[in-house]
């Protein structure tokens, strides 16, 4: 009986907690299938916003391809010649965006020209969502709602404990 009364009040603590809890944003894994004949520049308009902290994960054949990024001018000549920074190795890499900028990748096996060439602009993670107007019956309702679940939970944890 203990151990199931410990068990339960494990239960609504937890539960409790995760009540309390505001609401984040969070990075994104962004997986990137990175091939030739692709059109890049559609891919990222249709994959974004791309924010700092974000992962791109660019999958790719080992030895029929790479993942090099380059600055503005690299990017539009299709030029790895001065790389910020060349991987080769395995078949996938995890890049983080961890500034808030353009990023620019291309393809060094001869791909680039073809389209295989990737420009990514990185924002500022936007602020949270404010919280529901007062005006609003439905999210007033929630609040409600939550209030009452977070208060039967403290009272059945109390309950609990004074039966220890």
């Not at 990137?32 to 891919?43: A, H, I």
């Not at 990017?75 to 996938?92: E, H, L, M, P, Q």
């Not at 609003?136 to 679940?149: C, E, M, P, T, Y």
Request: aromatic share 12%; charged share 15%; proline share 6%.
């Amino acid at each position: 009986m203990e151990r199931r009364v410990t068990a339960w009040t494990a239960v609504l603590v937890a539960l409790a907690a995760c009540a309390a809890l505001p609401a984040t944003t969070t990075a994104n894994k962004i997986s990137v299938n990175w091939m030739p004949n692709t059109n890049y520049t559609v891919w990222e308009q249709t994959h974004g916003p791309f924010y700092k902290g974000d992962w791109l994960v660019f999958y790719y054949t080992s030895g029929q391809a790479d993942v090099v990024e380059v600055n503005e001018s690299g990017y539009n000549r299709c030029d790895a010649t001065n790389a910020i920074y060349n991987y080769s190795k395995g078949r996938s890499f995890a890049f983080e965006l961890n500034e808030t900028k353009t990023y620019y990748f291309i393809c060094s096996f001869g791909y680039c020209p073809g389209g295989m060439k990737l420009a990514i602009k990185s924002q500022k993670l936007p602020p949270p969502s404010p919280p529901p107007s007062g005006h609003d019956k439905s999210a007033a309702l929630a609040r409600a709602h939550a209030g009452v679940v977070l208060y039967a939970a403290v009272a059945a944890l109390a309950a609990l404990l004074r039966m220890v």
